[in-house]
C-alpha cells in the first residue's frame, strides 16, 4: 500500500501559483470516506464540501468502488472517445429509464469533455449554431466555468481576469432578487427583448443556474424562471439550464429545474453525474435541437468509461425511487434550523439556497473567511460562495449520517460564536462527556438530527 | 461481472448526432488489453487509434491497474479539487525527478481542467495575462481544441463551425512548409511582426504542435522551430507547445520538442499523461511566467487523483531511462518501411510525421475512408487525419508488441492493395496456414518486427 | 444660374436602396432659407427638421453665406486636414472665448473626421487608450452613429444590422425611466459596477446623450445624470457625453448637460456645430485627459474649413450672450403647448423632450406615419424618432419665426387632427381669410407666437 | 477681408495633441490656389501632398469657386441628408453619364457619410450583410481609415492603438510582393481559402487598394489583382476596391483598378470626389449586391450639397474625354525621370508607385523626415508613407503647371542632395539669376517639363 509523507514542500517548489483551496485547507489528503476526509497523519475532517458538488454520495461509495475495480479487473475500457462501450450503453439506459422518462424528458445525452465548462462550451455553440444568432443572455453572478467561451458568460470578475473583448457574445442580466424584491428582473428582460432599440441584440440562448452555487445560492423561483421560459421561447432562443453544481440532487430534486415548471432546451450536467467523483460530463438536448453534425464538437475524454461504470452504479443505487429525494429534503430542513440559529448569532446575517445547497451570508467575506479558518481547525472542510466569498456554503454529500451532519453543523456553530463572541445557543452548552470539545455536536442538535433522518437511513 | 449485450439502438436513440468515431467502428466495445480491443461479442481489433494517442502504454496496463484497485481499496480520494493529495505529491515528485530534471525544465505544474483543450485554454489565458497583449499566433491545421479559446486557435473548418467572430484573438500563420519547400514561413512572420504597418497585433504567444496530430502529421523542423522560438523571444511573446497529441512518448522523446532544441515558456499535456486514458491534463510554467493568482483559473475535476495514481505509475515505469525511447524508435522504424512499402501501392502517396505518429497521405479523404472501412472490417481500428482526412495515420501504443504490430500493419496493407486493386508485395504473398486471411501478418514483416524489437521487449 | 428639372427617375436608377428621407419626402429640393424649403417646383414647406438638427440657425444665414462667399472668393483654403489655417484658429479663438470659457470648461478641441460618428469613434478610442480598459457603458435607445465602434454603442437594431460579434466592447445599460418612475437605473449601475461578480466588466466609459434625439427623447434629470458621472468617477470611468444632436443649444443652452450640473471629460458635437449645415465635428478632451499621440487619430477632412468659416459667425452671432438661448426657451414653450393641445387629441399620447427637442409620443409608429405623410402634404417636413418611429418630433430652427413656428403646429395640429378624425380646437375654427386652409395658422397661436417671441426676434 | 496674424500660440493651448502635420507645417496657411500655398505672412509654398490626395484639381479651381458661390446666393442647399436636391440629381446623371457608362459600370451610388472611413464602413457592412460572413481579407500596409470597423482592416499598427479584440473580423493577407518577387501571396490566398482546415473563415469580402496610398505606393500588377478576383469570385466573398486615394484620376485613369482589368462589386471614394477638397464620400454598389434596406446605414453628412456642386464641375470639366488622363500621364512619366534622379544620389533607393502616386524609398523613415524638413525650409510641402515613413511621396494635383511641377521636384532634389551631402546632377548647377536659390528649378527639369506638358495645358 502507498504511503504519504505529510512533508507539502513538493507543492510550494513545483506547482503553480494557480493553486487554490490548498492554501486554506492546508495538508496532505490521503484517505476518504463517506463524508470524512482524512490527512497523512491521520487527521480527520468533516466534508462539508464535497468536492465542490461533485460528491453528492460522498467518498468511495462502496458499491461503485466495487463496480469500478470489477470493470478494471475485467479489462473495461477506460478511454472510449465516442465509441459505443459497455457502460456507456449501461449509463444511457438507466439514465432514460430512472432519470429521464419519469421526469417526461425525451433528451438526448451528448457527451462532451468530462468537466462542466466543456458542457457549457457545447451548449453555447449549439444554441448559436441553431439559432444563427450570436448573443446569450446570461447573469449576474451566474458561474459557468473558466474556459472562454463559458467565461464570458461567467460573472465572476476575479476569473474573467480582465480578458475582455476576448469574451464577446453575452449580455449579461441581473438575476431574479438582484435589485431587491420590489424589482422583477424577468420583465426588464421581457421589455429589453421586445425594444428593436434597446440595443440588445436578439439571443441564440438564455442561459442560467437556478440556484447559484458559485454566486451566492441566489434562487430563483417558479414564476421568474416561468417567465424566462417564456420569454426564450416568444424570441424563439434557447434555453439552457447549467445544472453542473444544483443538479443530480442538491436541491432535492435530480434536477434544481423541476420544481420550476420549465423544460429547458438545453442541461448541461456535470460534477456529481459520475458520482464518484470521476470527471465526467454531458448535455442534455431536446431532440429537435439536436443539429450537431458528427464530430463536430469532440474531444478524447469524453468517454471515460470508469465514470460510467460509477455513473450507473449511482443512478441505480440513488434514482429508482425518491426515497432519496426525501432524505435530502430532511438533511436540509436540519440544515436550515442550525443555519437559522447560526444567523441569529451574526448581526444582519441571513440564509440563502436550498435543499443541501444552503448558506449562511454573513456580510463580508473577511468574516467569512475567519469563520471558515476556526472551523477548519476543528475539523471542518467548509467553504464561501458569493462576490465576495461572504457566504457560507453547506455543500455536505447527500447521504451524510444524522450524527456527522449534526457533528459539522456543531463545529460550524461554534466557529460562528468563537468568531463572533457570542456564546453558543444554550441547547450546545453540555458537551457529551468524554470527547474532545472541538468537535462536539450540539447535544439537541444531534438528538434532533438522529430523530428527523431515522427513516432516511 | 457485468455482461453487455451487442444491440445498439440506445445509441441511436439516446445519444446526441455529435457522436462520431462509433459511426465507422459500429460495434460494442467492452474489453481492451494492450493494443486490443473487443466486442461484446468476443471479436478482436488491433488499436492503431490508441484512444487518439491517449493510451501510449496501452489498455489496461497491469501495474497500473494494480495501483488504481489498491488506491480505490485504500479509500484513496478520487476528485481532489486542488487540495494537496498523496498521489498529486508522489506524481509531482516523479514527474519533477524523472521528466523535468534530466530535460533542464523547471518549470512548474499547473493542474487544469482534465482534457487538453482546458490546458490550452488556460496558457492562451496566462499568456494574455503576462504580456498584456491579445493577439495570439496560430497555425494552419493546428488542432488544440474545441472550446471557444482553444477553437479559436484551432484550423479545422468544421470544428470551428461557423463561430466567426465568437473566436477572437488569433492571428493565422501558415505552418512549416504550408506553401511548399521553397517557402520559409518562419521567414515570413519575422517579417510580418517586425513590420509596424503589417497590421499583426504584437502577440502575446505562440502557439504550435512541433508534430500537427490532427492536422496532418506534418511536422516542425528544427531549424524552423528555432526560428520561431527566436521570433517569440524577439517580440516580447510566449512559446507555448501543444505536447497533447505528440507529447508522452508519441515520438520517441517524452516532448516533442525535446530534439527541436527550443524551451518553451508554457507546455500543455494531457491525453497519455495519466498512462491509462484518465482524463488529466496539465500545463507547465516557466517560474517566471507562472504569474496566476489563487484559484484565478480553476475547475472542479484538475484533481482527478485516479489519474495521479496511475500517472505515477507510467512515469516510474515507463521514463526512468531511455530504454522505452529506444523502443519507440524502432518501432517507429518498422512502421516507416511498412508505409513506405504502401506509398508504393497508391499514386502519390507520401510519408508525414515521426515516431509512431506517422501516417500515408493518399491523396484523398474519399480513398483514406475506404482504405479504413476495409481495415476496420479486417480486424484494425485506425483513423485518418490532415484537413481532408486523407492522413491515414498509424497511432499504435508505444509498447505495441512486434506480433500486434506487423499484424496491424499487414492489415493495413492488404486494405490498400485490395482498396486500390493492385497485388501486395511478394514477401506477403503467403499465408500461414491455419490462421484467417483477414488477419494474416506479412510473414516477413513478422520476421523482420521480431528482430527490429527484441531488444526493446 | 443652375435649372433642376423636377425629374426623379435618375434616383431610382442609380442610387442606392440604403437611401431613406426621400422616400417619405419624395420631391426635388433645390432652395432652402431660414425655416422653409422649395423644391424644383416652387413648392414651400416649412422644416421641422431642419437637417436632423444639423441646421439650428436655419438653412443659409445670411451673415454665413456672406463669410463663406467671402473665403472662397479670397482663396481661402478648402480642405486643410490638420494644418493651421486662418479659419481654424479663429474658430478655436471663439469658440474659447465664448462658449467654453464662460462654462468653466478648459476643454482641448480636437478635430475629427466631420461626422458625429466620427467624434464618438474617437472619444471611444481614447477612452479606451486613457483606462486601458476595452468596456464602455452605453443605453438603451442610445444613438452615436453607424460606423463599427459607434454602432456598438447605439441601440437601434435595425442599424445594427446583426453585425452581431463584430460590435464588442458595449454593456447596455437602461436608460433614466426605461423601467418606468419607479426604478432607479443609475442605483442599478452603480451596484452592478459595485458588484466584483456582476460580470459588468470595469467601463472605460460611460457614453450618452442627455436627450436622446434617435432614441424618442427620453431626457437625464440633474440627479441622475450627477449619479451617473459619480459612478464614472468612482470607478476610475470616462464621462463621454454625444451633444451631436442635443448641443449648439438645441435644449436652449449651448450643452445639453448645462443644466444638469457635470462636467464630461469627453464631449462630441456635430451637426450644427458648423452653423450652416457643412460637415464638421470635433470632441472635446478634458487636458488630462488629452493623452492622443500626434496624428494617432486621423483623417483628411478633419478640416473643413469652409464649416470653419461659417462655424466662426455662428459662434459670434449666437452665443456671445444668452439671448439666444432666451429665445429657444420662448419658443421651447410654445411648442410644449401646441403639443400639449395636440396630445389631447390623440388617446395616451404624451410629451417627450426638451427645448426645442420635443415631441409627442402618439403610441406607434404606424399612427406617427400617417400624421407626417399628411403634414407633409399639408406643407411640412417632420419625422419620427423612438424605437418604433412612434414619436412625432419638433426640431425647428432654433430662430424660427414667430409666424413660421405657429403655421407649422398649426399644420401638424391639422394633420393630427384629421388622421385621428378628431375635431380641432376652438381657437383654430376660423382660418384666416384670403389663405388656404391647409397652411393655416391658428389664430390665436400666431397671436401668441408673436406676442411669446417679440422680445427675441 | 478675414485677416489673420501669424500667431500660432491658440493651437498649442487649445487644439488636441492629436494633430500630427501642422507640427511639420508649422505656419498658419491662409490662402491657396493651385497648386501653391501661402501662409499669413505672404510666404508661398508648392503643395505636393494636394490635401492627402483631396485636391486632385489644386485648390479653388475657379470654376468650382464660381459655382459654388453661386449655389449658395440662390440659396441652394448645404446640407441635405438624403433628400432629393438639384444638385446630387445633376452629379448623379454627370457622373453616371461621364464617370460609369464609359467604363461598362452600372453601379449604383450610394452617398455615405463625407469621409472616405465612413464609405469603408458601408462596405464592410454589406459585404458581411449579402453574404451572411464575418470575415474580411486585407492586406498588410491597408490603409483604409480609423473608424472602428475600417481601423480593423487598416495595417498600421500606430493608428491601430492596441485596440486589439475589438477590431474582430478581419483576417490580414500579405499584399503583392510582400515577400518579395518569388513569392505570389494571391497563390498563398487561394490555398489558404481552399483548405478547409486553414483556420481561414470564408471571406465575405476580399478588401484592397490598387495603390496603397498610407501604406507606401505599394501597387497590385494586373495578373494578381485579377487573381484576387478570381478567388473573391471562387470563394462567394465581394471584391472591395478602396479607390480612397487612388481614384479620381490620380494614377492617371479615374479609377486605379481600370488598368488592371477586373469590375469590383463595391468601391469606394472619398477625397477627390467633389473635386474641391469638400468632404464627401460615396460607395458604389454592383446592382445585386444593393441590399441595403432604407436608412438602414445612414448619417446626417450624406448629402454635402455643396460637395455635389463642385464634384459636379470636375466631373464635367475633367472627365469627358481623356485628355486629363493623358496629362496625368505626361506628369507622371516627368515625376519618373526626376524621381529616378534622385534615387541615383540615395544609397539602396527605389521608385514605387505609378501615376502622379510615386514616391521614392529613401531606406529610413529618419533620412525621410530630415529631406522632407529641408524642403518645408524651401518651399515645399511633401509628405512621407509607408510603414517607417520611409516613402517619400509625390503626390501633387493632377493638374499642376509645368513650371511648378518642375519647381517642386527641383527643390526636392536639393533637398535630397543637401541632406545627404552629396552634388546636385550637372544640369541643375545653374540657378536662374535673379530668384532666390531656395525654390530654383533645375533649368533642365524646367525644359523639359515645359515640352512634355506643353500639349496638356
Not at 440562448?205 to 430563483?220: F, H, K, M, S
Not at 469524453?302 to 455513473?311: C, D, E, I, K, Q
Request: charged share 20%.
Amino acid at each position: 500500500m502507498q504511503q504519504y509523507r505529510s512533508d507539502l514542500s513538493i507543492f510550494q517548489e513545483r506547482e503553480s501559483e494557480a493553486r487554490g483551496y490548498c492554501r486554506r485547507f492546508d495538508t496532505l489528503f490521503t484517505r476518504a470516506v463517506g463524508s470524512e476526509l482524512f490527512d497523512a497523519d491521520g487527521r480527520r475532517w468533516i466534508d462539508f464540501l464535497a468536492g465542490c458538488g461533485s460528491l453528492n454520495y460522498g467518498h468511495n461509495d462502496a458499491d461503485m468502488s466495487a463496480a469500478l475495480i470489477a470493470h478494471i479487473q475485467q479489462q473495461g475500457l477506460a478511454v472510449g472517445m465516442d465509441l459505443h462501450t459497455g457502460p456507456k450503453k449501461r449509463f444511457l439506459e438507466l439514465f432514460a429509464r430512472h432519470v429521464l422518462a419519469p421526469r417526461g424528458l425525451n433528451h438526448r445525452v451528448m457527451f462532451t469533455g468530462p468537466t462542466g465548462t466543456n458542457a457549457i462550451e457545447a451548449a453555447l455553440k449549439l444554441a448559436r449554431k441553431v439559432t444563427g444568432r450570436h448573443n446569450v443572455i446570461a447573469f449576474t453572478n451566474g458561474y459557468h466555468g473558466v474556459s472562454m467561451g463559458a467565461l464570458a458568460a461567467t460573472g465572476n470578475g476575479y476569473n474573467r481576469m480582465g480578458q475582455g473583448a476576448l469574451l464577446p457574445g453575452v449580455t449579461r442580466h441581473p438575476f431574479e432578487g438582484y435589485f431587491g424584491p420590489g424589482v422583477d428582473t424577468a420583465d426588464m428582460l421581457a421589455q429589453l427583448l421586445d425594444d428593436p432599440s434597446s440595443g440588445i441584440d436578439k439571443p441564440a440562448a438564455i442561459l442560467l443556474e437556478p440556484v447559484q452555487g458559485e454566486g451566492g445560492l441566489n434562487q430563483a423561483s417558479r414564476g421568474w424562471m416561468q417567465r424566462i421560459a417564456q420569454i426564450a421561447q416568444r424570441h424563439g432562443a434557447l434555453l439552457i439550464v447549467d445544472e453542473v453544481q444544483a443538479g443530480c440532487g442538491r436541491t432535492g430534486s435530480f434536477f434544481s429545474f423541476e420544481p420550476l415548471g420549465v423544460v429547458p432546451d438545453l442541461i448541461a450536467l456535470s460534477k456529481s453525474i459520475s458520482g464518484y467523483g470521476l470527471p465526467m460530463a454531458l448535455l442534455l438536448v431536446r431532440p429537435d435541437r439536436d443539429q450537431w453534425r458528427p464530430a463536430e464538437h469532440n474531444g478524447t475524454f469524453r468517454g471515460n468509461n470508469h465514470a460510467f461504470v460509477t455513473a450507473a452504479v449511482a443512478i441505480e443505487k440513488y434514482w429508482q425511487d425518491d426515497s432519496f429525494s426525501q432524505g435530502v429534503a430532511q438533511r436540509a430542513s436540519l440544515v436550515t434550523r442550525e443555519l437559522q440559529a447560526m444567523a441569529a448569532m451574526v448581526p444582519g446575517a441571513y440564509l440563502k439556497g436550498r435543499g443541501l445547497m444552503q448558506g449562511l451570508h454573513v456580510g463580508s467575506g473577511a468574516l467569512a473567511d475567519r469563520i471558515l479558518r476556526r472551523a477548519f481547525e476543528r475539523g471542518l472542510v467548509i467553504e464561501a460562495a458569493g462576490p465576495e466569498d461572504e457566504v457560507i456554503k453547506v455543500l455536505t454529500p447527500l447521504n451524510i449520517s444524522a450524527a456527522l451532519l449534526a457533528e459539522g453543523l456543531s463545529i460550524l456553530q461554534r466557529a460562528v460564536a468563537e468568531t463572533l463572541g457570542v456564546p453558543l445557543p444554550v441547547r450546545a452548552a453540555q458537551p457529551v462527556a468524554g470527547r474532545p470539545a472541538a468537535s462536539q455536536p450540539a447535544a439537541t442538535a444531534v438528538a434532533a438530527a438522529h430523530a428527523d433522518l431515522a427513516q432516511a437511513a
